[in-house]
């Protein structure tokens, strides 16, 4: 089995004369505002020729529509997990592809002659997936974990090669509107996490090498330029210090870094395709339009939004809008009241209004302005945004918060799934009265308020 890098989350696995394409990502993505970094457009033709394809989940940064309609054999088959939600293996059957193999997490499915392969997805709300390759002759195995979070239990052991995701791939804290040394801080607090839950992944799998993969991307739009190569987006001579303290033992395999290409020739080369986001014609958002938008995002996400009530302040262009959530039969109840406020460039407000962009595409573009009052981490409206167009996912959140199977851990009695991402709670760090799942670092007292986010949890003395 031989492994080959063709950029951020992209691998070629040959077995054989077969060929494995995992995530090729070579067009930009999230409204054109990420590009894949260093320059890996010369591998395009090769991985058109592949025997297989496996896609990990609808992030546009591994699942890149445009390249693949450009692949000349749609007979070809087609990995992809098993979701709650049918989103991916629609979209890849609307791309013409006809042989889409759906895998459950745990499966093994013997690939080519001396090739297995093992689907691994996540169990929480959220859809993504990891790969595990085995090749049958010499039992090495690699993992293709791109930016999925597993379970504890879940990681696979004794893992020859590891490829995971060392740099950040969200929108907090750049996108709110905290002062320079805020975002400094805050910055440094996300990049911190990042790579302790990669060394946590590291450990778990007990890899031997390690190959950094799934970013950064770059960004090249003048007006998002700023985000490169700082904040949450580290290169990994950044954080290869770290990780080798945290992981002596690991040995760093040679991946594409972006040190090694000059960005200014990147910037010119694809100036036209970076360019021609403002060039697209477009309609400003009309009233009835967002109203009927949220109010579709409240109907089909009911269950998740029952018993919740917020106000949301929309700015775009020279418009505001006031979105009020969980209104009554549609009257209001109180006055006006916005704990969220979102600056939305009229463009994007646009694409997200006609359905060719979702709040969580838009929101990773980093284009989107937000403030929160207070600056506290709500749940509900995170959810609905990031996961409201699928609601499945929203669905799963809800009955994770309400689990009722409960451990005992230090003379406490404690749910024994996180409410957040169904961790289990019996591998949480409880120390100086805080309890600490090692998943997302999402933290309680030992009365069970939230220090994150507003899930509280119920905790009692054993």
Same mark, same amino acid.
């Given at each position: 089995m031989n492994v080959e890098h063709i950029g951020h989350a992209g691998f070629i696995v040959t077995?054989?004369?077969?060929?494995?394409v995992c995530d090729p990502w070579f067009n930009p993505a999230f409204l054109k505002s990420w590009f894949p970094w260093p320059d890996n457009r010369h591998h395009m033709d090769a991985a058109r020729t592949a025997d297989a394809l496996y896609i990990s989940h609808a992030h546009e940064d591994h699942f890149d529509r445009e390249f693949l309609k450009t692949m000349p054999d749609k007979g070809i088959e087609v990995l992809v997990p098993r979701f709650r939600s049918s989103y991916l293996t629609k979209e890849i059957k609307e791309l013409g592809f006809i042989n889409v193999h759906e895998m459950v997490h745990g *499966?093994? +499915? !013997?690939?080519?002659? /001396?090739?297995? $392969?093992?689907?691994?997805?996540? =169990? *929480?709300?959220k859809e993504d997936s990891a790969l595990l390759c085995e090749d049958l002759e010499t039992g090495y195995r690699f993992l293709n974990s791109n930016d999925c979070e597993l379970a504890a239990n879940d !990681?696979? =052991?004794?893992?020859?090669?590891?490829?995971?995701? +060392?740099?950040?791939? @969200? !929108? +907090?804290?750049h996108c709110y509107d905290y002062t320079q040394s805020q975002q400094v801080a805050k910055a440094k607090e996300v990049v911190k996490n990042n790579i302790d839950r990669l060394c946590r992944r590291i450990k778990l799998t007990g890899a031997k090498k390690y190959?950094? *993969?799934?970013?950064?991307? $770059? @960004?090249?739009?003048? &007006?998002?330029?700023? +985000? /490169? @190569? *700082?904040?949450?987006?580290?290169?990994? $001579?950044? $954080? &290869? &210090? &770290?990780?080798?303290? =945290?992981?002596?033992?690991?040995?760093?395999h040679s991946a594409m870094h972006g040190g090694i290409y000059f960005f200014a020739d990147y910037l010119h080369d694809r100036r036209h395709e970076w360019q021609s986001w403002f060039y697209e014609d477009y309609a400003p958002a009309e009233s009835h339009e967002l109203a009927a938008h949220f109010r579709n995002l409240e109907r089909t996400n009911s269950v998740f939004l029952q018993d919740y009530r917020t106000d949301l302040a929309i700015y775009s262009g020279r418009d505001d809008w006031q979105v009020q959530l969980g209104v009554v039969k549609g009257e209001l109840e109180e006055s006006f009241d916005p704990h969220y406020f979102m600056n939305v460039p009229p463009r994007v407000l646009r694409a997200v209004l006609d359905g060719r962009a979702t709040w969580e595409t838009a929101l990773l573009s980093n284009r989107i302005k937000l403030k929160r009052n207070p600056d506290k981490y709500d749940y509900k409206l995170m959810g609905l945004l990031s996961f409201g167009d699928r609601p499945a996912q929203t669905r799963a959140m809800h009955r994770a918060q309400r689990a009722s199977e409960t451990i005992t851990r230090d003379g406490l009695i404690l749910p024994r799934y996180c409410p957040h991402a169904g961790e289990d709670l019996s591998i949480a760090t409880i120390c100086d009265g805080v309890i600490e799942c090692p998943r997302h670092n999402w933290s309680w007292t030992t009365s069970g308020e939230c220090i994150t986010a507003q899930i509280p949890i119920e905790v009692r003395k054993a």
């Open positions: 077995s054989g004369d077969k060929k494995l *499966s093994t +499915y !013997w690939l080519f002659k /001396n090739l297995d $392969v093992k689907m691994l997805i996540d =169990q *929480s709300h !990681w696979p =052991q004794d893992i020859d090669l590891l490829a995971a995701q +060392y740099s950040g791939a @969200f !929108w +907090y804290p190959l950094p *993969s799934a970013g950064p991307a $770059v @960004f090249l739009d003048p &007006e998002l330029r700023h +985000y /490169n @190569f *700082s904040g949450i987006f580290p290169q990994f $001579v950044d $954080v &290869e &210090e &770290e990780i080798e303290r =945290q992981c002596p033992d690991i040995t760093f």
